[in-house]
């Protein structure tokens, strides 16, 4: 029996050989060599590093770690860090698919499986081919708020974004020996046969094509995060300037649920402490001593834009109420759902002088969605952890 | 050699796992399934659809390639590439913003007039770089050609 199905299998692999080795040699060119990889693959690699380490450095600022003392300077830290975050997520979307096309005829290496090891590699290649296609697409996605996929996308894309660094570890550790004899110019590049002449293109030709589409892909929508190129942003979902009091908004008051009675008359904001409960209404904050900051508002989707704020120191406002940052702070929102309607705050951000609670934004009251009658403004946070509508602040020894 | 390669093989298992261990505890089980077809339909999307497409259209730039000579067509297939790579980001943002979105201070831009924009200037270039190629594969230069 086994015998037959042997035979079976023996009959159907003489078949499908040929196919394969077909498609092999149709999707082959000689500008897919190991050095185009090489070249592709570093420049990728770098991409998705620097994704990686800015990546996870908005997730310990959104869930701060109580033994972690975070930096508050410079204050555009966060600015700098998640705009690059998103810059290189666009970046590596032509990088991933030029890399894909230079190592695409191996798809089709006959046999499919040549040994344990070999098989283990191709399982490893598989999930991190998947992983990062999926990771850049609804990063994508994400930056527009358009949420088409099953599942949650900050701990999806968190987890994802470990399987693709790891698989990228492991792909780089198998291919080592490879990349090393690639890594540099080699002479049979330099010479005769050189720059891989390639079906039409060379392998020169190639990357600079690949490096002209990355480039524009940056340059026409960096103009969210990055003042110079403001004026070529014609693709990126958000523009300065744009937005009340000219500064964009993550979320309305209308999508936060802000009923206008909530933020009227009788708001008054709450600090809870050792030392009791005070209550400032927006004349006690008013008449409070009030200072001027230059801070920017950085959102996790990436954009990004400074503005001037003023309002209230919080430290001198917790000093008022006879409170001392000694642990984290406890902001309430008087948003009544929403992830971040409750954030926490590590004391050096309130210890910070340029902290404030913010009534004025570029020379005016607060607009509504900007967090009308008083929100938080610190240094080189996540605009998610700058809450809007304040109504509580709770301060831990 | 060995054992750097050791190093990053295993550093790269102990990252995966960590990417598993957050699956497992930060995302409800109810959700794997979603995120599995997410990632096999990438991996089939792309092998399946998108790369064939890529290597159907190189194989026609190869044989334009005999009629326009290496130069234009190598311009030609930068240029496309731009405008291939310019859609799939700008494609997101003009569905999403068809769609509406509550807040007015998301997608802002015009993008499908962006991107209009965006492919006449690739179509511009392909015609400057193929009127370039008919030129000199016209008589007077294929003299010049065949010396070459």
Redesign the interface.
């Known amino acids: 029996m086994s015998n037959v199905t042997g035979r079976a299998a023996a009959r159907l692999a003489e078949r499908i050989a040929p196919l394969m080795r077909r498609a092999h040699d149709?999707?082959d060119?000689p500008v897919k060599s190991p050095r185009t990889a090489v070249v592709v693959g570093r420049l990728l690699a770098t991409a998705f590093l620097v994704c990686f380490a800015t990546g996870l450095y908005s997730h310990v600022l959104q869930h701060p770690a109580s033994w972690l003392v975070l930096p508050t300077r410079p204050v555009e830290l966060y600015r700098f860090t998640q705009g690059a975050h998103v810059i290189s997520g666009?970046a590596a979307?032509?990088l991933l698919?030029a890399k894909?096309?230079s190592v695409?005829p191996n798809?089709f290496t006959w046999p499919p499986v040549r040994s344990l090891p070999h098989l283990l590699e191709r399982v490893?290649i598989?999930?991190l081919?998947?992983?990062a296609?999926?990771e850049v697409?609804?990063g994508?996605?994400n930056i527009?708020?358009?949420y088409p996929?099953?599942?949650?996308f900050r701990?999806?894309h968190?987890?994802?974004?470990?399987?693709v660094?790891?698989?990228?570890?492991?792909?780089?550790?198998?291919k080592?020996?490879v990349i090393?004899r690639h890594w540099r110019r080699r002479d049979e590049d330099r010479h005769g046969t050189s720059d891989a002449a390639g079906?039409?293109?060379?392998r020169r030709?190639f990357v600079?094509?690949?490096g002209?589409?990355?480039a524009?892909?940056v340059v026409?929508?960096a103009g969210q995060s990055v003042d110079a190129l403001a004026p070529m942003?014609?693709?990126?979902?958000?523009?300065m300037g744009?937005?009340?009091q000219g500064l964009?908004?993550?979320?309305?008051a209308?999508?936060a649920g802000i009923a206008p009675a909530a933020v009227g008359p009788a708001w008054a904001l709450e600090v809870h402490s050792s030392a009791g409960t005070r209550a400032f209404d927006l004349d006690a904050l008013r008449r409070m001593p009030q200072t001027d900051v230059v801070l920017p508002i950085a959102c996790v989707e990436g954009w990004s834009q400074s503005a001037s704020w003023r309002g209230v120191r919080l430290i001198d406002l917790l000093a008022t109420a006879g409170a001392e940052p000694g642990g984290p702070l406890v902001f309430t929102s008087v948003q009544a759902e929403g992830a971040f309607a409750r954030t926490t705050m590590p004391p050096e951000y309130a210890r910070d002088p340029l902290t404030l609670v913010a009534l004025e934004l570029n020379g005016s009251v607060l607009h509504l969605?900007h967090g009308y009658p008083a929100r938080v403004i610190a240094p080189g946070r996540p605009g998610v952890m700058q809450t809007k509508w304040l109504r509580a602040i709770e301060v831990t020894a | 050699m060995r054992l750097a390669r050791g190093i990053l093989i295993a550093l790269g298992v102990g990252l995966t796992a960590i990417g598993g261990i957050v699956l497992l505890v930060d995302v409800p089980p109810e959700r794997y399934l979603g995120i599995a077809t997410w990632v096999g339909a990438a991996i089939v999307l792309h092998d399946g659809v998108v790369a064939p497409v890529v290597v159907a259209v190189g194989l026609g730039a190869a044989r334009a390639d005999r009629r326009l000579g290496r130069g234009p067509v190598a311009v030609v297939q930068g240029a496309m590439l731009v405008g291939a790579i310019l859609t799939a980001i700008a494609l997101p943002a003009l569905i999403a913003s068809l769609r509406g979105n509550a807040n007015p201070t998301i997608l802002v831009g015009s993008y499908a007039s962006s991107l209009a924009v965006a492919w006449a200037l690739v179509a511009i270039t392909v015609a400057v770089a193929a009127v370039a190629g008919v030129r000199r594969a016209s008589p007077s230069s294929a003299r010049a050609a065949r010396r070459n």
């Open positions: 149709t999707a060119d666009i979307a032509p698919l894909l096309w695409f798809l490893s598989a999930v081919v998947g992983a296609l999926v697409t609804i994508l996605l527009v708020q358009w996929f099953p599942f949650s701990t999806t968190l987890a994802l974004a470990w399987v660094i790891g698989g990228l570890s492991i792909h780089v550790g198998v080592l020996p090393a079906r039409v293109i060379s030709g600079t094509a690949v002209a589409a990355a524009s892909a026409l929508t942003n014609v693709f990126a979902p958000r523009r744009v937005g009340p964009p908004v993550n979320r309305t209308a999508q969605d």
